[in-house]
Structures are given as C-alpha cells and as structure tokens.
C-alpha cells in the first residue's frame, strides 16, 4: 500500500466514467419499454411492471451471487479478477443480456426480453460493485465524494438523454410515433447498445486504469477501529 495520491488522475477517471453514463442511459431507457411491450404482448399495467422489476431485481441477486462466488473461491472476486478485467467482465454480461433481444423479438418472447434485461443489469451490478471504489481510489481520498459526485452528474446525463435516443430509435419522429409499433423495433437499438457495451470493455480494457489501485495506508489507531461487523459503521448503517 501507497501513501495518499495528491491529485485526481484524470486520464484514468474520464474513461472510467463512461458505464456511469451506461447505468443511468439504459435505466431510464426502461420506461420507452413499458408501453412498447404492453401493446406488442397485449399485457395489463401490472404485468407490464415486470420490466422494471426484472432489472432492479438483478442488482440484488447479482450482489448475492457475486457475494457468494467469492465465499466459495475464499477471495473477493474483484480483487482475484482485478477492477478491469472486473468492469471488462460486466460489461460482456450486460452485452450478452441486450444479445436477447434479437431473438426474444423474432420469437415473440416476453419472457425472454425480461431475461435480457435481467443479465443487463447482472451486468450492471458488478460493474458498480468496481466502478465506485475505483472512482475514489483514483485520487486523493479527501476529494473521492468530488469524483462520485461527478460521476453521478453523467450517470444523470445519461438518464436524461436515453430515453430521447431510445424513444426516437423505436418510434422514429414525433409524426410516426403514433402509429403501430412491432416488437421488432427493438432489436436494432439493443443491438447497437450492446455493440457498444463491448466497444467500452475493450477500451478499458486497453486503457490506464489500475488493475488494482493503491490503497491509502490506515494508521494502527484505524485499524483497530474497523475491526468486526460492518454494521459497526454508522454512516453504512443508517444509510
């Protein structure tokens, strides 16, 4: 372990910052799907639900699996795999889950899209259990709320203008967007999306990013006051 960074590095937290523009473009993107899967599989408002609750689900089952893989293996996954090989690996995930796409509309799956929408965000999980300690452990620790900050102002970005380019890639103009939407629709967009996703994990891939960041060195005194349960932590707990 290394003293404390005096500066943020830029060149490794700019590129970094690109899935935090993913999480919140593809889940605002969500809500474009409601109405396009509840008109095209003639579903009712609360089975139409289910596309929100199959992404949102996944972050929970993927921290229970990724919590247990690294049970099972005695390390932490991120540490045995390295933050970028880590992030690389979530970002395939959720490429393989927008894959689904294309044949869950030619077979006229609902099922099968919630399924691709499901390893989306399996993808996503891992992604931020990575993203978000490599963000502050790219800089001075006193200035790490700074970087999340920052990168919670792109991953708003992102929500803001992902259902714009979803909505207009489906629907077309605003004069068409009236007129009868095919499941079908959806395959492009996704596919491009997914093309992307592994367009980014092969470019932080490549890139400068640490594979395993240095650590600031905790004094003894620290130490010792971080021992047992993490429900110890106040600010973890109340939060």
């Known amino acids: 372990m290394s003293s404390e960074q005096t500066q943020t590095k830029w060149g490794q937290f700019i590129p970094l910052v690109t899935v935090f523009f993913f999480w919140g473009f593809v889940a605002a993107s969500n809500d474009i799907l409601i109405p396009v899967f509840k008109k095209a599989f003639d579903l009712s408002q609360a089975e139409s639900q289910l596309v929100s609750l199959a992404f949102y689900i996944a972050y929970t089952v993927g921290a ?3 919590n247990g893989i690294s049970v099972l293996i005695g ?6 795999l390295g933050y970028k090989n880590s992030l690389a690996l979530g970002l395939v995930i959720s490429a393989l889950g927008t894959l689904l796409f294309y044949p869950a509309a030619n077979l006229h799956s609902f099922p099968l899209m919630l399924s691709g929408l499901f390893i989306v965000a399996l993808g996503f999980s891992l992604q931020q259990t990575v ?3 490599l963000a502050i452990a790219l800089g001075p620790i006193t200035t790490g709320s700074q970087r999340l900050t920052l990168a919670g102002g792109i991953n708003n970005f992102g929500t803001t203008i992902g259902p714009l380019i979803v909505s207009f890639a489906i629907f077309g103009s605003a004069a068409n967007a009236s007129t009868d939407i095919s499941i079908e629709s959806v395959k492009i967009p996704y596919l491009i999306l997914g093309v992307a996703f592994i367009a980014v994990a092969i470019f932080l891939k490549l890139s400068s990013l640490p594979d395993r960041p240095t650590l600031v ?3 003894s005194e620290d ?13 973890w707990f109340w939060g």
């Open 64 to 66: 229970l699996i990724y």
């Open 75 to 80: 390390q932490d996954i991120v540490n045995k």
């Open 131 to 133: 993203a978000n300690p």
């Open 217 to 219: 060195e905790a004094s």
């Open 223 to 235: 130490t010792k006051s971080i021992k047992g349960s993490a429900l110890k932590y106040p600010n």
